[in-house]
C-alpha cells in the first residue's frame, strides 16, 4: 500500500477509535476495543473503504504504533490519545528513572511554571527516548526536550502506565520533577 493511503487510514482510524467512534456509529468496548468487522463495516457504510489487509498494513506499519489488534484479530484499539472516556485497563508499572517529554518552544514558560497537563487527553505522554521526544515536540515548532525524573515521582506515590505501543502515561506532571535538556 502507499504511504499516502496508510497515512489518511492512520488518520481516520485515529480521529474515530480515539475521539468520535459515535460518527461511525460504534460504541468503544471496555478497553477501547472495537470489532474488526463493526469497524469495517461502518467505514464501507461511511463511504471511506478499508479492506481487512490495509487495516492490518495499518496497525503493523503504522511509524507511531497507534494501534493493535486482540489476540485474535478480531477486535482493534488506538493504544492511547483518547480525548472521551474510555478505560484502556492498563495495570500501573515501574517507570524507567527517566522518561522524557517532547513540546515547543512556545508552551516551555508556563511548563516551567505549572506542569505538564493532560489538556484533553487522558494521559500526558512521554517516551523512553529523546529522539522520540524531539520528534513530538517538532511538529508545532521548535522542539524542547524535557527529562522527567520519573524515579522520583515513583517513590512519590504517582502512577505510570504504559501502552501497547510503549508510550508511558501519567496523569499530570509536577515542574518540580522536570528538566530542560540541551540539545
Not at 47 to 58: D, G, N, R, S, Y
Not at 151 to 180: A, H
Request: aromatic share 8%; net charge positive.
Amino acid at each position: 500500500m502507499q504511504g499516502k493511503k496508510l497515512t489518511k487510514i492512520s488518520r481516520f482510524l485515529s480521529y474515530h477509535l480515539r475521539h468520535s467512534p459515535e460518527k461511525l456509529g460504534l460504541e468503544l468496548e471496555a478497553g477501547g476495543w472495537v470489532s474488526v468487522i463493526s469497524l469495517l463495516k461502518a467505514t464501507q457504510k461511511n463511504k471511506f473503504m478499508i479492506t481487512l489487509t490495509e487495516l492490518e498494513e495499518v496497525v503493523k506499519n503504522n511509524d507511531k504504533k497507534r494501534f493493535s489488534f486482540n489476540e485474535t484479530k478480531t477486535k482493534i484499539r488506538a493504544n492511547q490519545g483518547h480525548s472521551i472516556p474510555i478505560d484502556l485497563q492498563l495495570n500501573p508499572l515501574v517507570p524507567p528513572p527517566i522518561l522524557y517529554h517532547g513540546t515547543y518552544h512556545k508552551v516551555i514558560k508556563k511548563i516551567v511554571k505549572k506542569g505538564i497537563k493532560k489538556m484533553s487527553r487522558h494521559h500526558v505522554h512521554l517516551s523512553e527516548t529523546k529522539e522520540t521526544a524531539l520528534q513530538v515536540g517538532s511538529r508545532r515548532g521548535k522542539a524542547i526536550v524535557l527529562s522527567i525524573n520519573a524515579q522520583q515521582m515513583y517513590e512519590d506515590r504517582i502512577t505510570f502506565y504504559c501502552s501497547d505501543n510503549g508510550v508511558w502515561l501519567v496523569d499530570f506532571i509536577d515542574p518540580k520533577y522536570l528538566k530542560i535538556e540541551k540539545r
